[in-house]
């Protein structure tokens, strides 16, 4: 199963041209807003609005953003016993999920490399609801169809409605409206209604900052969002500020930080491979990520910190002090907050500990650097 | 005399020497721009080749030279404040200036009403 990879703003669109754009509900209202748009994992999508990637960054990290996610693949998983089913195919720990409560996880295959990340929220003994990226959803649903025999696997389509609200702001601008949303903890969900219009809300987002996201029907989607840039201290971000958030955060972007050729333990995501799991076994490429976690892996991501001011882009290459090629870039750009350069890449495993010297060559010319520890910028989460 | 570039530079000649920036119109398609480097005085400049390099938030460009030349001197406030290339594109945003091989060469370029209506055709 191969999963298209997510164009960057500011990237060239990988995306099939002759296929026309799908649209998220909230298109209309973009344009209404001034938002620039872009081709993005099939979408057409704003990556800015007038205020530009770097104010919305910083208003993000002050008071609250929100965010179109609509074009996210949202998935209903109904049967038995969804969470033993879906243990099958991911690593996380499922069926230990309670109510109410999200994990972060991983589709892997049989050699332990990463062929999506997602959220999984446990809605009810008989039920799993799903978030997958974008660019991977048709190939996440036919994984899904294949691999849960006995699980009848519910897309909502592409013009469902995905807002995140995000940011130190988010919580009482939210609590407005629906009161019990305050004192949801960190990785819960809970459903409501706002105004009349039936949401899902989580209490997660991919920002580094407190927030949600909050799922509705695609005709509720323009209302809700409407609502919300009606508080006062709600801005409309674009993608192009999701992404220097999400970098600033450490959070791995799919099909760059992550993909079918690295494992969770390369990417220094072993968190989301649970204790149970890992003597367990059980999912794909299980025998290999277990190798990795006894022996170490050869290579591993980590946070990039470049001394001077030019950022280092995706593909630069890094060298150790000795001018070898040690691992390459796979994430880097400006960081507002940081308001300076930050990366994240692969290093070789001896190069991999905070504080190594390494060298980027950008433009030809070694710029220098060190392994940095992640994140940047301090999670906010809510944690009760 | 100012004259543009079909790859958004403005060339501004006085005295027999040449400043070159970005234009409103690519500064605005850029975006928030976080790094600038210009040239040292004295490098030879080719033209159409790289000169500068602009980082936004989103991704690098370069900076082409708009004809043949030396550089007399880099703009190094923008090294300390890469947001003048937004604000201020055709004036304090400069890039460098430049000693001009053949000041002829700058003929072929656009003058300001032929830029305007190019940057609408885009």
């Not at chain 1, 050699?111 to 446990?122: A, E, Y």
């Not at chain 1, 969900?189 to 989580?202: L, M, Y």
């Not at chain 1, 927030?211 to 674009?238: F, Q």
């Not at chain 2, 390099?53 to 001197?73: I, L, R």
Request: charged share 20%.
């Amino acid at each position: 199963m191969a999963c298209a990879v997510e164009t960057l703003p500011g990237d060239p669109d990988l995306s099939d041209q002759t296929e026309p754009l799908l649209r998220t509900p909230l298109h209309a209202l973009h344009g209404e807003l001034g938002a620039r748009m872009v081709p993005f994992a099939g979408y057409d999508m704003p990556v800015q609005y007038p205020a530009g990637v770097l104010k919305e960054h910083l208003h993000t990290r002050t008071g609250a953003g929100l965010f179109d996610v609509s074009h996210m693949g949202q998935v209903r998983l109904r049967g038995d016993d969804p969470a033993k089913a879906l243990e099958a195919l991911v690593p996380g720990d499922i069926q230990g999920l309670a109510e109410g409560r999200i994990r972060y996880t991983l589709f892997t295959n049989d050699h332990g490399g990463i062929l999506d990340d997602l959220m999984v929220t446990r809605v009810g003994p008989g039920e799993l609801f799903l978030v997958v990226n974008a660019a991977c959803k048709q190939a996440d649903l036919a994984h899904l169809r294949a691999g849960l025999p006995g699980v009848a696997v519910e897309y909502l389509g592409d013009d469902a409605g995905l807002l995140a609200l995000q940011g130190p702001a988010a919580a009482a601008v939210l609590a407005r409206h629906v009161p019990a949303a305050a004192a949801m903890p960190f990785m819960s969900a809970i459903t409501a209604d706002i105004r009349g219009i039936p949401v899902r809300i989580s209490r997660s987002g991919y920002t580094g900052e407190d927030g949600y996201e909050i799922g509705a029907a695609g005709t509720d989607a323009e209302a809700l969002a409407r609502l919300l840039l009606a508080e006062p201290e709600v801005a409309p971000i674009g993608l192009g500020a999701r992404d220097s958030l999400r970098l600033e955060a450490g959070l791995c972007l799919y099909g760059h930080d992550i993909d079918t050729t690295t494992t969770p333990v390369e990417a220094a995501l072993t968190w989301a491979v649970a204790k149970r799991r890992r003597e367990e076994g059980g999912f794909p490429g299980a025998a290999l990520v277990q190798r990795q976690f006894r022996e170490g892996a050869v290579r591993k991501r980590v946070g990039i910190l470049p001394e001077g001011r030019a950022p280092a882009r995706e593909h630069t290459e890094i060298q150790g002090a000795d001018g070898a090629v040690i691992g390459s870039i796979t994430s880097g750009g400006f960081g507002p907050s940081v308001n300076g350069p930050v990366a994240m890449g692969y290093v070789a495993a001896a190069h991999a500990a905070v504080g190594t010297p390494v060298n980027l060559m950008v433009r030809g010319k070694a710029l220098p650097a060190k392994v940095a520890a992640l994140p940047f910028v301090p999670h906010r989460y809510y944690r009760g | 005399m100012i004259r543009f570039t079909k790859d958004h530079e403005w060339v501004r000649v006085q005295d027999g020497i040449a400043t070159v920036g970005i234009t409103d119109y690519a500064q605005q398609a850029l975006g928030d721009v976080v790094f600038v480097e210009v040239p040292e005085a004295g490098r030879a400049l080719e033209r159409g080749k790289d000169a500068a390099v602009v980082e936004s938030v989103k991704a690098a460009s370069e900076v082409y030279a708009p004809a043949d030349g030396t550089v007399t001197e880099g703009n190094t406030g923008l090294t300390d404040n890469p947001a003048l290339v937004n604000s201020d594109p055709m004036g304090e945003g400069w890039f460098f200036r430049m000693k001009l091989a053949d000041p002829a060469q700058l003929d072929g370029l656009m003058d300001e009403a032929a830029y305007s209506a190019y940057v609408e055709a885009l």
